[in-house]
Every structure is written in structure tokens, then in C-alpha cells.
């Protein structure tokens, strides 16, 4: 089945740097657009960034410039690099694929800009 695991979250300054991670499996990894979203308490799940199989890539006008997305088909796995944190940053951030007409979710990732 599918599966995608998110890591990497954490407590973080406000300006620091943070790499998640989203390993996934059980389906063909490359042949699929991957994105990252991000919901905080009381808000809506919005779009992050977003990475095509073939490696285009979309960003969030509050993350762009400062955010960057990628993807290693060896590994499965696909990154969100965050730098220049802000508090309004904090966020759960979620792992995302969809395959036909099915939406698959990881568990997500807690990310925490505070001082």
C-alpha cells in the first residue's frame, strides 16, 4: 500500500534552517508530482511547494525565496528545505501524492519557530 512517512520536524529560532523529509513506498515513486502542505491550529491545510516528475517545482508566495523542494527517485524520498524561519512558519506539514483519483496523506511533521 502506499505509504509516506514525513521527518525532520522540530523546534527551531526564528531565522534558522530546517530539512523535512518524506520517505515514500509502495507505489513508483518518479512517476509522480509530489507537494507539501502545511496547516497551522485554526487555519485551513494550504499548498507549500509542490515538485513534478520530472522536477518542476511550485512554491507558495509566502514561502518563495526562502523554501525549497526536491526530490532523490533512488531514495523514494522527497525534501522541503526551510530557511529564514518565521513564526508564522509553525506549522504541521504533510507529505502528499495523488495517484488516480485517490489523495495520499503522511501522518505529518510538526515544525515549531519560536524564540
Known amino acids: 500500500q502506499v505509504l509516506l512517512v514525513e521527518s525532520g520536524g522540530d523546534l527551531v529560532q526564528p531565522g534558522g534552517s530546517l530539512r523535512l523529509s518524506c520517505a515514500a513506498s509502495?507505489?513508483?515513486?518518479?512517476?509522480?508530482?509530489m507537494t507539501w502542505y502545511r496547516q497551522a491550529p485554526g487555519n485551513e491545510r494550504e499548498l507549500v511547494a509542490g515538485i513534478s516528475e520530472v522536477s518542476s517545482t511550485n512554491y507558495a508566495d509566502s514561502v518563495e525565496g526562502r523554501f525549497t523542494i526536491s526530490r532523490d527517485n533512488r531514495k523514494k524520498t522527497v525534501y522541503l528545505q526551510m530557511n529564514s524561519l518565521k513564526p508564522e512558519d509553525t506549522a504541521v506539514y504533510y507529505c502528499?501524492?495523488?495517484?488516480?483519483?485517490?489523495?495520499?496523506w503522511g501522518q505529518g511533521t510538526q515544525v515549531t519557530v519560536s524564540s
Open positions: 509502495g507505489f513508483i515513486f518518479s512517476l509522480y508530482r
Open positions: 502528499n501524492t495523488v495517484i488516480g483519483t485517490a489523495n495520499y
